[in-house]
């Protein structure tokens, strides 16, 4: 009799722990499926582009307002049937300028959806352009730059062009990507840029690089105008700072919006656009069109 109650207790025992160990492998099984859909959505979310917005005292009080739209790191990624979504969003803003801040065509992609997109704001916008690392990785920067200019695109390489709005005049500075010229060569071309804009005007250089803002501290920009770091793909949330960063390494501290630097120059860095150009995926960290406006 007390071996009958001691088999049945044991086997008892043994359901109970085969329940246990079940209940534990689904439990398991839930925590790693919620946390796959986590990932799997807010990936899916960060793909979905946004528009970002600052404001930065730069004009006399009594001036109208002027409006900048920063599109950046394009990377001919595709925005709708002939760039329409993309299009849409920028023409709703208004812009009074556009800046075209590098890599808005891609090394490897078709540039079609990049094409698309250049066409349609340089035959509303005054527009103004610099090359990326990604342009010159292509190859065709010569073909690039003749292909902007006939577009009526102002291509910057040390140089700058004046624009008046009403009593405001604001010179538009750019400098090549520093990716095939030696640095200090880059550092001519930032040099003239800065020499040719004119002290009394707000000043405003257009790079695809925000990690040399220490070279940038030694002028008097009033504003720089940045993108190439993609918020480092995974942008931390809270602390705004990017998980990895070409050429500024991890947590990343200029990814995102508006800073001001040392010198008091603001420079402002745009998230950009690319999406299935890059491998890694962006999460927590949406494409952006950055909408700058001065007053």
Same mark, same amino acid.
Request: hydrophobic share 35%; proline share 4%; charged share 25%.
């Given at each position: ?50 528009? =970002?917005?600052? @404001?930065?005292?730069?004009?006399? /009080?009594?001036?109208? $307002?002027?409006? +900048?739209? *920063?599109?950046? %790191? ?7 049937? =002939?760039?329409? @979504?993309?299009?849409?969003?920028? /023409?709703?803003?208004? $812009?009074?300028? +556009?800046? *075209?801040?590098? %890599? ?192």
């Amino acid at each position: 009799m007390k071996k009958a109650e001691h088999e049945k207790k044991t086997e008892h025992i043994k359901k109970t722990d085969r329940k246990k160990k079940k209940g534990s492998l689904k439990k398991g099984r839930l925590i790693f499926y919620g946390i796959l859909v986590f990932f799997i959505l807010s990936w899916i979310w960060s793909w979905v582009p946004v528009t =970002e917005r600052i @404001s930065i005292d730069l004009i006399p /009080e009594d001036a109208e $307002p002027v409006r +900048i739209v *920063l599109i950046t %790191d394009l990377h001919s990624c595709y925005y709708g049937r =002939e760039q329409r @979504s993309l299009i849409r969003r920028v /023409e709703k803003e208004d $812009p009074d300028i +556009i800046l *075209l801040g590098g %890599d808005i065509f891609d090394d490897n992609l078709d540039n079609g959806n990049s094409m698309y997109f250049v066409e349609a704001m340089a035959a509303e916008y005054s527009c103004f352009y610099v090359t990326g690392n990604h342009e010159y990785w292509s190859g065709k920067v010569p073909e690039i730059k003749e292909y902007l200019e006939s577009l009526g695109v102002n291509v910057l390489a040390g140089d700058c062009r004046t624009l008046e709005f009403g009593d405001t005049l604001i010179d538009i500075c750019g400098v090549d990507d520093p990716t095939r010229i030696r640095h200090h060569g880059w550092e001519d071309q930032l040099k003239a840029a800065f020499e040719a804009a004119d002290e009394s005007h707000v000043r405003i250089l257009l790079s695809h690089r925000p990690e040399l803002y220490d070279v940038y501290e030694q002028y008097d920009f009033d504003l720089i105008c940045a993108g190439h770091a993609h918020a480092g793909q995974i942008l931390i949330p809270f602390v705004n700072r990017g998980l990895y960063v070409p050429d500024q390494g991890t947590m990343a501290e200029y990814v995102n919006g508006l800073y001001e630097l040392p010198n008091g120059s603001y420079m402002a860095v745009s998230r950009g656009l690319a999406r299935e150009s890059t491998p890694a995926p962006r999460y927590f960290n949406h494409p952006e069109v950055l909408v700058i406006d001065l007053y």
